[in-house]
């Protein structure tokens, strides 16, 4: 069964600074890997997609890499601004029927 | 762009009481799914379908029943809403295979 892991579960950065969070999954047999932004009370916004064969996506301020072989996948964040405050959740797409799978979480807070 | 619209989005529920989710997308994805969102758990999958007229379960499936008989819609039932079922569910959509998920923004349901 696929377990997804992120570490650290909740952050807190200064204004300007460089991130990282992590993603870890079991079953290095998956077909890609999603970035999920998720403000308060709200829904589910894809912020990157990786396909397996796929080392690494870049969108404006944001990268992730795949490393699928470890089991690892991890989103930089340059120059973080106090909008970037939100929880970044990772899901990996395996097995059957394009289910994905979830990690719990990484709660950001970017501070003045 | 509408993507994927779920309604209500707030609901309260007498348990023992049954009611109906409502999803629905215009992106003409075959694959749709409902998950459930609760604190420290991650996002878990309860129904998928691969398209009309076919559903499976996923890992939470008791409780509910959907079907799906256009590629438009999947609307998922509570036969009789229990405490437990207290959560946040979220309806996507994606292509089959390798694409991108399309999340909605969910409901948030209360059974007292």
């Given at each position: ?66 490393d699928k072989s470890s089991g690892r996948s991890t989103l930089y964040i340059a120059a973080s601004q106090p909008g970037d405050s939100a929880t970044y959740l990772c899901a990996v797409k395996g097995g059957t029927a394009s289910k ?13 | ?112």
């Open positions: 069964k696929q377990e997804v892991t992120q570490i650290p579960a909740a952050l807190s950065v200064p204004e300007g600074e460089n991130l990282v969070l992590n993603c870890s999954f079991t079953d290095s047999a998956i077909y890609n890997l999603q970035w999920f932004r998720q403000d308060p009370g709200k829904g589910l916004t894809s912020l990157l997609l990786i396909q397996s064969s796929q080392r690494e996506q870049t969108s404006g301020r944001l990268n992730a890499s795949l994905l799978t979830f990690g719990t979480g990484t709660r950001l807070q970017v501070t003045l | 762009n509408a993507g994927v619209t779920q309604t209500p989005k707030f609901q309260v529920l007498k348990t023992g009481q049954s009611m109906t989710l409502q999803c629905a997308q215009d992106m003409n994805h075959e694959y749709m799914s409902w998950y459930r969102q609760d604190p420290g758990m991650g996002l878990r999958l309860i129904h998928y379908s691969v398209g009309a007229g076919i559903t499976d379960q996923g890992e939470v499936p008791n409780g509910y029943n959907v079907s799906r008989s256009t590629t438009e819609d999947f609307p998922l039932r509570l036969l009789s809403a229990a405490p437990s079922q207290t959560s946040v569910y979220f309806c996507a959509s994606s292509y089959t295979g390798r694409a991108e998920a399309f999340f909605g923004q969910g409901t948030r349901l209360t059974v007292v």
